[in-house]
């Protein structure tokens, strides 16, 4: 009978056709180019392709000559898409001419250019490769780069995606380039030489990779092995080994070699390290026989090195050719045979005949035409016996590094295929190489031999090493052309017929029928007949080629009847036609296939067209899908590709089935595969009927002729098929109507039987066994029950027939009304169904449990906690049986192994291959507990918190690809645990999980914290979108003009929210408005004189307004977005006055009163640095924007300069293209170059950038060498270079550096007026920059101990002879100023400052006593008349930064550092005068040091202390008498003291310190000059740092920023730099770091209130602290906290873990410090309800019952926004006037809301509801299936089960399960009630079950079935094994249900019937059979 499964002749549909045009060609017409196509149609064809090579424009090419044609090309290749992964699309690239277009399209989406390029000479070729570029060198990432390559004659032109262009020279002409997984391969164009006679020389490489467009070119070697086992390397320089394919997965290449006319195939891989140097060491060994120069030649020839400089050169006369293989001799002149680049040509243009040439004698290939394999292996290699002429040496030139190699792993067996090849026959070279796989994932290397119609097919596959492939054997295909088919596992081959036949691997499938294609042409009229070949030469099998072809099965097609074919109707159906059937001249045949994708392929056909067609895949239903994964995972590769063959032949049937038919042909297919008859099993007798071409499905018996039997024709009149196709005409000529209608019926009583020889008759246990696991896989897929209630029904029928009872049990159980109706229609004797001889032919495989999985019961031993056997799992088919059965695992047993190393504890992986015992132990049929299984589950260590277990479980799903989504349809009672995880974890959520872990835990605040993508720029738009909106229009200008109003508002309002503070601040910083001059007009004042006095008081005011500007910068910090289209906004300095009462214009330019010459230059500047520093790190701004920026009006270059150095300070301005940093400094505008010298030092802090400091070099004398000329450079353009020096040092300590600023502080003045001016500044601006060097080295600096670096600053603060200069600028300083006479001594007044800082951040925070005592303020009063005061408050400053420990916050400390001579003067005759100066500048270096240490801190005894003396010093100003101090000096350090204010309070915005500010912004007569007024403003700046979003922080590099930006000496007047360079105060910016947390309401986005708990670490001074802050809050600096926390209870808790790392708190205040909060259901913000008093939980403190009862649906949206919710409480818990017999549901349904709300657990929803409804179906007894009582089992369990107990009792309080405690008990009470009842009724039915007797047909089996799985009653087996009837008392009966694991309750209602069969009446009728239902 085995023919009846042998295949005959089959066809399948091709779909989806379409004409295929390539959409670059008509792409290209509309080129601006495709004009000169139609000017040179007029020219004939000759003349066209002679006048201009390059132009071959491709147009239309219907109307373009043949050459043309030929020039285009394109290749389509699978879509990749970045972010949506399932968007299946095609690529083309299109080539013609100049041109590539690179498209793009899907079947959804018409075509559209992604990319085009036109290059200048012809396109060679075009291809996709991608590159590898190094990430991060530290872990060796790397990141893919795809490109499009552009080959021309000369260049490749590199095309990345993300837009990068390279263009990379060749350096040889190139035949053609290969993609690889490494990079580009270039085989070597081979032009063969003209002179044979000439000796030959070594053969230079021939192929050469490109691992990167930026990388060179390098040789490729190869490694093959020697004589003796010992393998040689050497490089690929054969000639006549051709590449035809390379492959990046796996890394091959195959190559042709034309001598030998065979293939190889090669490993590519990178080349080890001892590979290149074994290559690299001929270059050196100039002796031996091996060096064959050719890494020398090469790397000259590819490098471009000429080493033609001298005469004597002995390469002069040798001419270098890439395409020759001879060495010229001296008389011979040679040309070059193409174009070449590089200095390629200049090698062949300097041969000479005079000169002596190196002669080489090589061997030539041994016998070329010989075949010996011996030949062959050493002509690849190098020559050995190749000697070198001693008159020539070899190049010093360095040899490439060589980067791939390649392996040879295969040879093609020459014996094959050359019988019948004759040796002048042309070549067998592939014309096209392809990898494949078969259905069961089978490897094939297939290559197409033209010349022979070959297709030859090599299967490979991995070995265990998995860099080596292993080849086995070939097999050929006769075809002429042939294309894989990727998605369908197959290929598609055309036969030298025509006929297209699609093949898996090298098995044959069917032929494609393409519509209107391959079938001759029918004729519409009925007398054409066509000649037809007798049935026989139909129905033969297929001529076998090849020994693999010999033996397959096809189905049989039905017999044509020729009249049928002539009918119209068939014009369009799918026959299968003969091949031998003539074709009509005119029809169109395939000539080749091309450009596969996915499953479609291009045919081009005859008449020059092509034609897209789609293969259809093997199955496209999900159900479908999984069993045959499964089917095909277990059985043998042979069976499972006959098998697929099978299904997929008669799936896609031409006119083949639809979707919702697909199951039932499955069913039909397989059981005949199995060796049932389907016609004669009633149940799949009826399936046939909707299937199309059924006769092909149901083969009967074995037929007595070939020639087909009467069956076939009841066939065809009983399918559907016949129906569709029958006309009616033709039907009453042949009467079928009665036919029709009479149903085939069988006589039932007949035996059925299996067919033993069916192909999967003997697999049949093991096919059943994997349909059974896909089954358990479906329960817990709610989305796939549907596909488990279709699969039971053929489970159902296997189990019978292969006699498992327990299997039948459990479908019963699971389906007992759908599995009964079977017991009625399907009498099968199991007895008789088999024979014992075809039982014996079955393979039981080892995995074959008699005991069924079910998933269900596995879980709940799970949580009842009894021993657990290791679950059966299919890998890749099971995947979610296998996720849930380790969740399990991790969370109720709690062993958190079982998902790292202890996986085979709980999962049994079922093996295919191997058949030997992979799970032996599950041998006993009645065992539930074995030897290997996991343990009780009290052994697992019960200590491990369950915070951890659900943290472990929840990351652990997210890494396995987890979702919410896949959540929602696993089943409620399986999915509880994972949901009480997730509730866990969202209780205490840790603040740094990934994006994917928050997402399912549910945290929306926490997922948008983790979202990387948010950036900045948006956030300004979402967090602060109401701002700009709600302000009126009248301000809107303000803000526009004033420079202020992008301080974001929303945060302000939340952070000083009582009053205007913030609006006060604006008033008192802008300078866009003229400022009001009021000056009363005395009658005896002449008018003159007034208007005099007037313009004075104006000048008197532009001082203060002059000097806004840098508080203004500090003040608008950061905080603007700018939009790359429009130049930044900067608010102009408006110096004019308004005089009241008419508002008269005042102006300083009327010529009455002298205004200083460039009074605004430096207030310009300022402006510009102001508007500058607006602009936040983060903005999207570039090169272009910046450039864009520049004024064209030369007033506003100022402006420009410093809006260049804000841009170096918020770090933009390393994006300034280097050409426009040269184009500024060149115009030799000193500001300019002040601003951007500054900028891009400290853009680059701390790098010691090399191209910066050979940019400040130039400014700097001291560093260039002696002998440089003498540059004319400003000098205040010097300080600043000096300056800059110190930033891109800091910290580096750089010896060089050091040495050079050092001998700088005290630079002498020079002759002819150099360096006489102004030289404190230079000197302070080297004291800092060697400060900043040396920045907190302390003694240690290295290597510089010779410097005596202290000594010699020591020397500079007090003076003493000066010492002889020595260095590089000796020379310079040899003579004498002529101008200032200093004499050999040091200059203390010019040194003193600089040397003190220095000291001051070379020894900062080190507490070295020593130092610090150098810098005692003197204590004899002879000492203090040698000491300027000022520098007394630079010594105190210094000494109490050395001594950074000492410093306290506190009056006395400060009044210490004041010797005692100064407090209590001794005697008499003191000068008043300098002690008092003495005293107070001490006091305010002091209060300066406090200022530094708690800088940014808001610490309140410093705010209080420092307080205190501003105010004493306030009120020695306000003094009217003179003091002693004098004005200036109290002013100083009035200004100083307020400025420490300032640091310890910045950002906070503190009233006190506000007021100070503004009362001395309103004075400005007498001695307030434009410093004062600038520090005051800096102060204020300071204040709100940022708009209160940044303060100051005290890391030694802040520290040295304020240093230069504080320096205790203001200017005078607004041009003064004479002290001190102006432009360094906005250094202050560098100090700055944004620590404000600002909370934003993640469902509003809007910034709000939340409570955070802040947690100090413990210090000397403090124990661990924790203290409450209202965020918006100011942190303190992160290295003193320990934790920061969202507090409750209105929003939900977050930890942010600083003892872990301040990485992830970094990260979210550097993105403006939003930290998104969440609010709780029912909960208010604090806004609107401050006390926490409106809450509608607020009153849930006095009863819960009522309050659920007054719960009105309404008021859910208060609670909630989520629309699922809200649509819930409208339609099921709103009363309507017909529902009042439906009140308790909504009272129910509303209750369930309000606690799902309350607790904020919505998700349990349908949990509740589904528990409701399974309950109230219970009740009325009509539950069809028992899959939601299973639920409501393992709910219960769950409930029960020891891991809640022990979570319940945990004193930390952690809530019990999400469900409310009263709802369970009430449903679970429901449930039992209802079963109690159902059992009470009809105990002997349960009676009957237990005794093993059959029940009645009338009696409804589905309670029964719900009362044993909800109580876990075993099975019948289970219950005999037992012998329950020997026990006579409930004890007895305990012990031994115990043993079954049945529950006590279950027993206790199971054992009155039990104990009743105790009685005299058992024993009769007991008998231990199994019901079969």
């Not at 089917?631 to 299904?647: D, N, Q």
């Not at 393979?843 to 005991?851: A, E, G, L, M």
């Not at 934003?1640 to 924790?1666: F, G, I, R, S």
Request: aromatic fraction near 8%; charged fraction near 20%.
């Amino acid at each position: 009978m085995s023919n009846v499964y042998e295949e005959r002749a089959t066809m399948i549909a091709a779909g989806e056709l379409q004409w295929f045009v390539p959409f670059g060609r008509e792409h290209c017409k509309n080129h601006p180019s495709a004009v000169n196509l139609q000017l040179r149609q007029l020219q004939p064809a000759s003349e066209l392709w002679s006048s201009d090579g390059a132009a071959g424009l491709v147009g239309s090419l219907q109307e373009v000559t043949l050459q043309e044609r030929d020039k285009e090309s394109w290749q389509l290749r699978k879509g990749i898409s970045a972010g949506d992964g399932e968007v299946e699309f095609e690529e083309e690239l299109y080539t013609a001419g100049n041109m590539v277009i690179w498209s793009r399209g899907s079947k959804n989406q018409a075509s559209y250019v992604y990319k085009a390029f036109t290059v200048d000479s012809p396109v060679q070729q075009a291809l996709w490769c991608n590159f590898s570029v190094p990430q991060n060198k530290k872990d060796g990432t790397e990141v893919v780069e795809q490109t499009v390559c552009i080959v021309q004659n000369t260049c490749v032109n590199v095309h990345s995606v993300s837009g990068k262009d390279f263009i990379s020279p060749l350096p040889f002409q190139v035949s053609t380039l290969w993609p690889t997984k490494f990079g580009l391969l270039f085989e070597r164009k081979h032009i063969t030489s003209e002179d044979p006679a000439s000796p030959p020389r070594e053969p230079l490489p021939t192929v050469f990779s490109m691992l990167h467009p930026l990388d060179e070119i390098a040789p490729v070697v190869c490694r093959s092995p020697g004589p003796f086992e010992a393998s040689r390397v050497h490089y690929v320089s054969d000639s006549m080994l051709r590449i035809v394919f390379s492959s990046c997965e796996p890394s091959i290449i195959m190559m042709y070699d034309t001598v030998q006319r065979t293939h190889t195939v090669w490993a590519l891989r990178k080349v080890t390290a001892e590979e290149q140097s074994m290559v690299l060491k001929y270059a050196d060994q100039v002796t031996t026989p091996q060096n064959l120069m050719v890494p020398g030649i090469l790397s000259l020839h590819l490098r471009g090195v000429s080493k033609m400089d001298s005469p004597a050169s002995p390469f002069h006369g040798y001419a270098l050719h890439a395409q020759s293989r001879t060495t010229l001799s001296p008389g011979l002149h040679s040309r070059a045979h193409s174009p070449s680049i590089s200095n390629m040509a200049v090698l062949s243009r300097a041969h000479s005949p005079g000169m002596a040439t190196p002669y080489f004698s090589g061997s030539q290939r041994f016998n070329a035409t010989c075949h010996s394999m011996l030949g062959r292996a050493h002509s690849l290699l190098m020559s050995p016996n190749s000697t070198f002429s001693d008159s020539a040496m070899a190049p010093e030139a360095e040899p490439i590094v060589p980067e791939l190699c390649i392996e040879q792993l295969w040879t093609e067996a020459l014996s094959n295929y050359r019988s019948d090849v004759s040796p002048g026959e042309k070549s067998c070279q592939a014309s096209k190489v392809f990898i494949t796989s078969d259905l069961c994932e089978n490897k094939f290397l297939c290559f197409l031999v033209d010349s022979h119609q070959q297709l030859r097919c090599v299967k490979f596959f991995e070995s265990n090493d998995s860099a080596q492939l292993i080849f086995v054997a070939a097999t050929v295909i006769p075809a002429k052309d042939a294309a894989p088919l990727q998605n369908n596992d197959a290929m598609l081959v055309l036969e030298a017929s025509g006929s297209l036949v699609l093949y898996t691997g090298v098995s044959r499938v069917s032929k494609v029928f393409v519509s209107g294609l391959l079938a001759p042409s029918l004729g519409l009229s009925a007398a054409t007949s066509l000649p037809c070949t007798s049935g026989e030469a139909i129905s033969t099998p297929a001529k076998a080629v090849g020994r693999h072809l010999s033996c397959l099965e096809e189905v049989m097609m039905p017999s044509p009847v020729s009249e049928l074919r002539s009918s119209v109707k068939h014009h369009e159906s799918s026959w299968s036609w003969p091949e031998d059937c003539t074709f009509q001249q005119g029809a169109p045949h395939v000539l080749a296939l091309r450009d596969p994708v996915h499953n479609r392929v291009s045919l081009e056909l005859s008449n020059g067209t092509m034609l897209r067609i789609t293969i259809p895949e093997i199955a496209t239903s999900e159900l479908v899908k999984k069993c045959l994964q499964a089917i095909k995972f277990i059985l043998p590769k042979e069976t499972a590709v006959k098998v697929l063959i099978k299904w997929y032949n008669i799936y896609n049937a031409p006119g083949g089935p639809s979707s919702h038919l697909e199951w039932n042909l499955f069913l039909s297919c397989f059981m005949t595969l199995m060796g049932y008859n389907t016609d004669r099993l009633s149940w799949t007798r009826n399936l046939d009927f909707e299937v199309p071409l059924s006769p092909v499905i149901a083969p009967k018996k074995a037929r007595p002729s070939e020639m087909g039997s009467d069956d076939d024709w009841e066939y065809q009149l009983g399918s559907d098929y016949h129906s569709q196709v029958e006309t009616r005409r033709l039907a009453s000529a042949l009467r079928l109507e009665p036919l029709m209608a009479t149903p085939c019926m069988d006589d039932l009583s007949t035996t059925l039987r299996l067919d033993p020889s069916a192909p999967l008759f003997p697999h049949l246990p093991a096919v059943f066994f994997v349909l059974h696991l896909v089954y358990e896989e479906l329960k817990v897929d709610d989305l796939m029950r549907k596909g488990a209630r279709s699969l039971v029904v053929l489970l159902q029928q296997l189990a019978r027939d292969l006699q498992l009872k327990e299997y039948i049990d459990l479908y019963w159980r699971d389906y007992p009304s759908f599995i009964k109706t079977f017991k009625e229609s399907c009498v099968i004797d199991p007895g008789k169904c088999f024979v014992n001889t075809q039982m014996e032919q079955m393979i039981w495989p080892s995995f074959f449990q008699p005991d069924p999985p079910c998933v269900f019961v596995w879980l709940s031993n799970c949580l009842r906690g009894t021993a657990v056997a290791p679950f059966p799992y299919l890998p890749g088919i099971c995947e979610r049986t296998k996720l849930l059965v380790l969740s399990f695992a991790l969370y109720v047993i709690g062993d958190d192994s079982a998902v790292t190393s202890d996986m085979s504890k709980y999962l049994a992986k079922v093996s295919a291959g191997r058949r030997e015992a992979v799970a032996t132990e599950i041998s006993c049929p009645g065992d539930y507990i074995m030897p290997g299984s996991a343990l009780q589950q009290s052994s697992v260590k019960p200590s491990m918190p369950c915070c951890s277990l659900a943290e472990k479980l929840i990351t652990w799903l997210t890494s396995s690809g987890f979702t919410l989504k896949d959540l929602e349809s696993v089943p409620f009672g399986v999915a509880l645990p994972i949901r009480d995880a997730i509730y866990q974890c969202r209780e205490q959520p840790c603040s740094d999980w990934p994006e994917d872990v928050c997402l399912l835990i549910g945290r929306q605040d926490l997922t948008k914290q983790a979202h990387k993508a948010t950036p900045l720029a948006r956030n300004k738009a979402s967090v602060g979108a109401g701002l700009t909106l709600e302000a009126p229009a009248a301000s809107e200008a303000e803000d526009e003009e004033d420079g202020m109003g992008d301080v974001d508002q929303e945060v302000t309002r939340l952070i000083w929210s009582t009053d205007l503070r913030v609006q006060e601040v604006r008033r008192l910083l802008q300078s866009s408005r003229p400022v009001r001059v009021n000056v009363v007009h005395l009658p005896e004042v002449s008018d003159h004189e007034y208007i005099e006095e007037r313009e004075n008081k104006l000048l008197q005011l532009c001082q203060r307004t002059m000097a806004l500007p840098v508080g203004r910068g500090l003040f608008t910090l950061f905080s603007y977005h700018p939009v790359p289209t429009e130049p930044l906004p900067v608010p102009k300095l408006n110096l004019t006055g308004r005089a009241p009462p008419r508002n008269t214009t005042v102006d300083l330019n009327s010529g009455n009163i002298d205004v200083p010459p460039n009074m605004t230059s430096w207030p310009s500047f300022h402006n510009g640095v102001a508007a500058g520093l607006k602009i936040a790190p983060v903005s999207q701004i570039d090169s272009a924007w910046i450039a864009y920026n520049k004024p064209k009006s030369a007033e506003l270059a100022n402006e420009y300069a410093g809006f260049l150095m804000a841009l170096g300070l918020n770090g933009h301005l390393t994006k300034l293209a280097t050409l426009n940093i040269h184009d500024n400094l060149t115009k030799g505008h000193e500001m300019t170059s002040i601003g951007l010298l500054l900028g891009v030092s400290a853009a680059k802090l701390g790098t010691m950038d090399m191209s910066i400091t050979r940019l400040l070099s130039i400014h700097i004398p001291a560093l260039l060498p002696p002998t440089s000329t003498e540059l004319d450079v400003p000098h205040n353009v010097q300080v600043a270079a000096v300056v800059g020096i110190g930033l891109i040092y800091q910290g580096t300590g750089h010896r060089h550096n050091a040495e050079v600023l050092l001998a700088e502080i005290g630079r002498p003045p020079g002759p002819e007026m150099e360096y006489c001016t102004d030289r404190e500044s230079y000197s302070l601006a080297a004291g800092l920059a060697l400060g900043m060097v040396c920045l907190g080295h302390g003694s240690n600096l290295i290597g510089m101990s010779d410097l005596n670096v202290p000594e010699q600053l020591y020397q500079y603060m007090v003076g003493g002879h000066r010492r002889s200069h020595t260095g590089i600028n000796r020379e310079k300083h040899k003579s004498p100023s002529y101008q200032i006479k200093e004499g050999d001594t040091i200059n203390v007044d010019v040194t003193c400052p600089g040397a003190t800082l220095a000291l001051a951040m070379i020894y900062l925070k080190t507490n070295n006593r020593s130092i610090a005592d150098w810098l005692r303020a003197p204590d004899t009063m002879f000492l203090l008349d040698f000491i300027k005061p000022e520098f007394l408050l630079l010594r105190t400053l210094a000494r109490c930064l050395i001594m950074w420990e000492e410093i306290l916050p506190n009056a006395e400390w400060i009044n210490s550092n004041v010797p005692q001579i100064i407090q209590t003067p001794t005697s008499e005759d003191v000068n008043m005068e300098t002690l008092a100066q003495a005293h107070d500048y001490i006091i305010a270096g002091a209060c300066m040091a406090v200022g530094f240490r708690f800088a940014g801190s808001a610490n309140s005894d410093a705010f209080e202390c420092l307080y205190k003396f501003a105010r004493n010093f306030l009120q020695c100003l306000m003094t009217s008498t003179p003091t002693v101090m004098g004005h200036y000096n109290v002013q100083t350090c009035l200004s100083m003291v307020l400025l420490s204010l300032s640091m310890v309070m910045a950002g906070s915005g503190n009233l006190r310190v506000l007021q100070l500010c503004r009362f001395l912004h309103k004075r400005t007569s007498g001695e307030m000059n434009y410093g004062f007024h600038m520090a005051h403003h800096m102060a204020l700046g300071l204040l709100f740092l940022g708009g209160g979003r940044y303060t100051l922080s005290t890391s030694n590099s802040a520290i040295a920023a304020l240093l230069c930006a504080l320096y205790p000496h203001f200017p005078a007047h607004s041009t003064d730099n004479r002290y001190h360079l102006q432009a360094l105060r906005h250094l202050a910016v560098l100090a700055a770091e944004p620590r404000l947390l600002v909370p934003v309401d993640v469902d509003t986005c809007k910034p709000c209130y939340a409570l955070l708990e802040v947690t100090y670490k413990e210090t000397q001074w403090y124990e661990e602290t924790t203290v409450e802050l209202m965020a918006p809050a100011m942190l303190p600096e992160l290295h003193v906290l320990k934790q920061v926390k969202v507090k409750g209870p209105r929003y939900w808790e977050l930890a942010i873990d600083i003892s872990r790392g301040t990485q992830h708190l970094q990260s979210i205040l550097a993105r403006d410090g939003v930290l998104y909060v969440k609010l709780r259901a029912g909960q208010l913000p604090y806004k609107d309800d401050p006390r926490g008093w409106k809450s509608l939980l607020a009153p849930s403190i006095n009863n819960r019952n009522p309050e659920v009862r007054t719960f009105k649906p309404e008021a859910i949206s208060t609670f909630t926004s989520d629309a699922a919710l809200v649509s819930f409480a409208e339609y099921f818990c709103k009363p309507t006037e017909n529902m009042k017999h439906k009140r308790d549901t909504l009272a129910l349904f509303s209750a369930i809301l309000y606690e799902c709300v309350t607790q904020e657990n919505p998700e349990m929803l349908p949990t509740y509801v589904a528990i409701d409804q399974a309950v109230q179906s219970l009740q009325r007894g009509d539950m069809c299936e028992t899959f939601t009582l299973w639920q409501i089992r393992l709910v219960l369990e769950l409930c029960e089960s020891r891991v809640l107990q022990e979570r319940r009792g945990d004193p930390r309080g952690s809530r019990g399960l999400l469900l409310s405690s009263e709802f369970l008990p009430v449903m679970k009470c429901s449930a039992d009630h209802a079963l109690d009842r159902w059992l009470c009724d009809n105990s002997q039915a349960m009676q009957a079950y237990m005794s093993g007797q059959p029940c009645s047909d009338e009696l409804d089996t589905s309670m029964l079935a719900c009362f044993l799985v909800y109580h876990s009653i075993p099975s019948v087996a289970k219950i005999a094994t037992s012998n329950p009837e020997e026990s006579s008392c409930f004890p007895e009966l305990l012990l031994r249900f115990s043993q079954l694991g049945l529950p006590v309750r279950a027993l206790l209602r199971v054992a009155p019937l039990l104990l009743k069969n105790t009685g005299p009446s058992l024993g009769s009728g007991a008998t231990c059979g199994i019901p079969i239902f």
